[in-house]
């Protein structure tokens, strides 16, 4: 079990003073978890990127996580950590300045460290190539101030498409106030706008358009609800078929 495993399990985290009877402010590289370097999302690259289908038919919002062991089991633990993991999302957009998300694949387990979820970082220009819109607005959206976002994905069994659900994890108060400076100067370097790709249908055929930009002022807005359920289909025989 890594070291900050143990912290979230314990409720506690990493100290950085030894001063008796004082708050020691934690240091965001204490945060770590084990990254998969891009292996866990191998097998899930014709669902991100496949030009063949559309984003509707790639990404699933709406699957009940409660159906899949691994899925509700990782978002629990999700929540459960949310301070570690919320400290480490916030160590990833510092070190790379731009918008982005934590993404954990529920059907992946590093070889090195079986019983631990495996973290990737997918930076906005990767999310944008997605042309999923309410996977854009989630990114584009966020306040990097505020909060960070993780994805957790379940890929179908052909690799084709993936069940996916977000969660927003506020910054600790006392990371933001360790870090307010660096914070507010990764902020200020972002761009002003994040337009959303999005597929159109013309005369039969599939394009690819630009719908309005994200502005990041006054304040975010919020993000496009996912739509409603299609009924009489059950979400399994969905799935298989995906």
């Known amino acids: 079990m890594s070291k900050t495993l143990s912290y979230a399990y314990l409720g506690t985290v990493p100290s950085t003073s030894s001063g008796a009877g004082h708050a020691a402010t934690p240091r965001l590289s204490d945060f770590r978890f084990p990254e998969s370097q891009g292996e866990a999302l191998k097998g899930v690259h014709r669902a991100f990127y496949g ?3 559309k984003a509707a038919d790639r990404f699933h919002w709406l699957f009940p996580p409660e ?5 509700s089991s990782l978002l629990n633990w999700i929540q459960t950590a949310s301070f570690e993991v919320a400290s480490f999302g916030l160590q990833k957009f510092l070190q790379t300045r731009e918008r982005g998300a934590l993404v954990v694949n529920a059907d992946y387990r590093p070889v090195h460290s079986p019983d631990e979820p495996a973290f990737d970082w997918i930076p906005w220009a990767d999310i944008q190539k997605t042309r999923d819109r309410i996977l854009q607005e989630s990114v584009g959206y966020y306040n990097p101030a505020v909060h960070i976002l993780v994805l957790v994905i379940l890929p179908s069994p052909s690799g084709r498409s993936v069940a996916i659900w977000r969660r927003k994890l506020p910054i600790p108060p006392r990371i933001f106030l360790a870090y307010q400076a660096q914070i507010t100067q990764a902020i200020a370097s972002l761009k002003k706008d994040y337009p959303i790709h999005v597929e159109e249908c013309v005369h039969g055929k599939r394009s690819t358009a630009v ?13 496009t609800p996912p739509p409603s359920p299609k009924k009489k289909r059950k979400w399994y025989k969905l799935w298989l078929s995906a």
């Open 51 to 53: 030009k063949s289908r």
């Open 67 to 71: 159906k899949d062991e691994r899925v």
């Open 211 to 223: 719908s309005d930009g994200i502005h990041r002022l006054p304040g975010p807005s919020k993000p």
